[in-house]
């Protein structure tokens, strides 16, 4: 993504962090384009933590959506997969389809609690993906349907 849909995903994710922030919830971002990068929130107020999330932000994440990955990496992050918690991705889900493996990584973690949130910038997303998610909001150019409270 680049431009406008990008920008975007960075609105959302900062909105995010803050709401995040007010229910002293931990928060992982995890940027998926061409690499991994991972930026563990816990205390936002932190001028240290506030810079990490500035240059996380500031950054590019052009490349390609290689969901998939990006699937299994967060599931990876804790030997529980994420249990009870709540995997969010924000992509425009032009992305090659999920394997049987990952399909099952997906459904074990549901039932261990996990929930799965989609938002798709744009229309063109994946649907075998999309409909995997526990819920899905799809925002599509016209960008007037945006509703942000910062």
Known sequence: MHGAPEALSKAIVLNIIKNATKEKRE???????????????????????????????????????DIASAIDHALSISPSGLSSADVLIISDFVSQELSKNTIKAIDKAKRHGTRFFAIAVGERGNNQILRLMDETEIISRSWESVKLEF
């Not at 690499?35 to 390609?64: C, R, V, W, Y």
């Open 27 to 65: 928060i992982l971002v995890i940027s998926f384009s061409i690499t991994f990068e991972t930026l563990k929130i816990k205390n936002p107020e932190k001028a240290d933590e506030m810079q990490e999330i500035i240059d996380f932000l500031s950054s590019s994440f052009h490349g390609g959506t």
